[in-house]
Each structure stands twice: as C-alpha cells, then as structure tokens.
C-alpha cells in the first residue's frame, strides 16, 4: 500500500550544495509531477513528466533539473542550492487517462542555510 | 493563464459551526475542480471534486458544487468537528488532455472543541 514514496523526509543543505530528492510510485501512473509549498503561496509546479524519457518545465523550473528513465521514479535534483529553495517539496502522480486526482507523497522539507 | 483564488486565512471556528471557503476561477474551457485537505504533517489528499458545471462534490460531510455561471466552487460543511482541522486547497484542471493542476493559496482552517 506504498503510494507515493518520497526520500529524504528532512534535509538541511548549506549553499550551493546540490542533492537528489526522490521519488517513487507503485501505481504505473504515467503522469508524476514536483510542486513546491511555500507559505501565502500555495503549491506551485516545478517540473512535471507524462511518460518515461518525457519531461517539461512548469511555473517556477529554475535551479531545478528532473529525469524520468522509469515509469516509476522522478527524482528532482538541485543543483546548487539557495537560501531561496528552503520549501516543502511535494511529488504526486496520476494517471493520465483519469479524472485527474493526483495522490501525493508526504513532503521533503529541505533548507538551505 | 488558468488560476484560481480562494479566501485567505486563517478561520478559527468553535466545534459544530458552520464553514464555508470560497473559491473562484478564471479558465478558459471547461476546467475540472478539486479541493484538497492536508492534515497537519502529511501530504495532499482528495476531499472531493467536480467535473462539469452544475455537478456536486461531496465527501466527509463537505460540499461543494461547480458554478459556471459565477465561476466558483465553494467548500461548505455543515457542522465541523476538531478532527476538520487542516489546510484546504481549492484546485483546477484546465481540460481533458492536461494533467496539471494549479493551486490555490490554501486556507488554514482550526476548529475549536
């Protein structure tokens, strides 16, 4: 009953650190996506993936990067961390032939120092 | 651009009242929407949703039903409990062939014994 799996649960970074955030879904949906949850600001899209070896920016892509090589696994990587990338991150998926209902995991919370 | 704003928090209510969060949209097609619920500590997940205009979601109690007239969907439960206490986000899925979903800001809701 994995869902939506999501590692690290905690991470504290110092700048211009890079790490990998991963994700992992045991549903064979083809849709994954990363959101990131600020304060006042909701959740709002970073990158985003309808297939394997297909990927796309959404609203805020910069200092993010993201691969699909499975169906399965969506990991966002942050190349060289900012202050300004301290958030909760979120990955959800869904599939793509459904109403769309997205289930997601249970949140990274990173900081950068 | 599709987006979507709902009423700003917090709401402190007393155990049994009445709530209401409002929701309106801007789009242009025929979006499907959602509200979400995030209880403290953990992910996003699916309180109800509406498809086309006129229908009714409903779900633990919560209701909402989607005006296209007024361009709205908003959340209302009758009697609210302490266990009600989370933050809900009202979301929108612009069209069939589009698997984003944009956010609103999120309304953090505490309801009081």
């Known amino acids: 009953n994995a869902g939506v799996t999501q590692t690290p649960k905690f991470q504290v970074l110092k700048t211009g650190q890079s790490m990998t955030l991963q994700c992992a879904q045991d549903m064979n949906h083809e849709y994954m996506s990363w959101y990131r949850q600020d304060p006042g600001m909701g959740l709002r899209l970073i990158h985003y993936?309808?297939?394997?070896?297909?990927?796309d920016q959404g609203e805020v892509p910069n200092g993010y990067n993201v691969s699909r090589s499975t169906t399965e696994d969506f990991p966002l990587r942050l190349l060289s961390a900012a202050p300004s990338q301290t958030s909760v991150y979120f990955c959800?998926?869904?599939?793509?032939?459904?109403?769309?209902?997205?289930?997601f995991g249970e949140g990274s919370r990173l900081t950068v120092l | 651009g599709d987006s979507v704003t709902q009423m700003e928090g917090p709401v402190t209510l007393s155990e049994e009242a009445f709530l209401t969060i409002n929701c309106t949209y801007t789009a242009t097609g025929y979006p499907s929407l959602f509200w979400y619920v995030q209880y403290p500590g953990e992910g996003l997940q699916l309180l109800l949703k509406?498809?086309?205009?006129?229908d009714k979601g409903s779900n633990k109690g919560f209701e909402a039903t989607y005006r296209k007239e007024t361009t709205s969907f908003h959340l209302e439960k009758g009697s609210v409990q302490v266990s009600d206490s989370a933050v809900y986000f009202c979301?929108?899925?612009?069209?069939?062939?589009?698997?984003?979903?944009?956010f609103g800001a999120g309304t953090t809701v505490t309801v009081r014994a």
């Open positions: 959800a998926s869904s599939r793509t032939g459904g109403t769309g209902e997205l289930f």
């Open positions: 979301a929108l899925k612009a069209g069939s062939n589009d698997y984003k979903l944009s």
């Open positions: 993936s309808v297939g394997a070896g297909i990927t």
């Open positions: 509406a498809t086309k205009a006129d």
